[in-house]
């Protein structure tokens, strides 16, 4: 779109005409050369600057007031505006804790082909999903075991949460379970975040077995940084031994971040806890729209001058050439004994 950035100052169109009539020219009688022969003299000089000035009187009238034209356009900074730019502002900084411990290989849990696959597998398919669903949000990852380890930092590029979570193998991180770790890992890498909503979405099937920091402990600190912590089990809460699942620590430490516990028996289950979730912490997309402007008074300015050139070289060729020599044979010059001006034929 063509618009100018200053539009009042075409109210400056008229100021020549103004100052014209407001300060109108100084008139001054011209220098002249009485000599009897002033007829003959007019004759011979007058074809050449009656040339001269009918070509400069024609140009007077369009070249100046069009070129003055352009120069106040210039003045008003014309400007082309593209279509908006429309950029997303992230509103909230989600980070994934994923538990590798290893339990996760258990095979109990059926994928959406029906297929048996291990705990892990089916956690990645339901992940997929919901991340497709996380426009607008920088999503990160955790994945933990005997200790827990950045997998992939906050972005708002959802198809690298997506392909490294697919890279992560059961037990890569450790056979046990580091939940509490992970939680610290969390909040220490919202430290930088300036996002006005803060969520931790963890996912495990075990009890803690090796954080140096309780999952509670770790709990309550995020919940002094305006964390809040989704616990999410898996598996088959009879399990007994190291693998055993500890609801109430999860149910523990969802409630001390103002957060929710699920649990998941079945890959069915997994998915509506994701769906609920997805509704719950439903995101805002903050956006932000930029039209870019692209000056265009260079061009005015050059279009001014190149017209203004052209007028000059269109005179100085019209008065060439009607300054020819006349045909008459005549010649005036000065008669060195008396002063004179004489034409000699």
């Not at 994923?98 to 705990?119: C, I, P, T």
């Not at 892990?120 to 005997?146: H, S, Y």
Request: aromatic fraction near 8%; include cysteine; proline fraction near 7%.
């Amino acid at each position: 779109m063509f618009t100018f950035l200053y539009p009042w100052l075409f109210l400056l169109l008229p100021a020549p005409w103004l100052v014209r009539w407001l300060v109108p020219p100084r008139r001054s009688a011209p220098s002249a050369v009485r000599v009897p022969f002033g007829e003959r003299l007019s004759a011979i000089l007058g074809a050449g600057g009656a040339a001269v000035e009918s070509g400069a009187i024609s140009g007077f009238r369009i070249v100046p007031i069009l070129v003055w034209l352009i120069v106040v356009s210039a003045l008003a900074r014309p400007q082309w505006i593209e279509p908006p730019v429309v950029k997303e502002i992230p509103t909230r900084d989600l980070l994934l804790l994923v538990d590798l411990s290893g339990s996760m290989d258990e095979h109990d849990f059926e994928n959406a082909e029906g297929k048996k696959v291990d705990r892990l597998t089916a956690v990645k398919e339901v992940l997929d999903d919901f991340l497709k669903r996380r426009k607008g949000d920088r999503v990160g990852l955790v994945v933990f075991g005997d200790a827990a380890y950045l997998q992939a930092p906050f972005s708002t590029d959802l198809s690298l949460s997506e392909r490294l979570l697919n890279e992560c193998q059961v037990g890569m991180a450790g056979p046990r379970t580091a939940l509490g770790d992970a939680i610290g890992l969390g909040v220490n890498l919202f430290e930088s975040s300036k996002a006005p909503a803060k969520t931790i979405i963890a996912l495990t099937d075990g009890n803690d077995t090796k954080s140096a920091v309780p999952p509670v402990e770790a709990a309550r600190v995020a919940a002094q940084r305006d964390i809040k912590i989704y616990t999410v089990a898996i598996g088959d809460p009879t399990t007994a031994g190291e693998d055993k699942l500890d609801e109430q620590a999860l149910k523990d430490v969802a409630q001390a971040t103002g957060g929710s516990y699920y649990f998941a028996a079945d890959r069915n289950s997994l998915a509506g806890i994701y769906d609920q979730l997805d509704k719950i912490e439903s995101h805002k997309v903050s956006t932000v729209s930029h039209r870019p402007r692209h000056d265009l008074f260079p061009w005015f300015v050059g279009a001014a001058l190149a017209i203004s050139m052209l007028e000059k070289l269109w005179v100085s060729l019209r008065g060439a050439g009607g300054a020819a020599p006349p045909t008459s044979s005549a010649k005036v010059h000065v008669n060195p004994r008396n002063g004179k001006l004489e034409v000699v034929s």
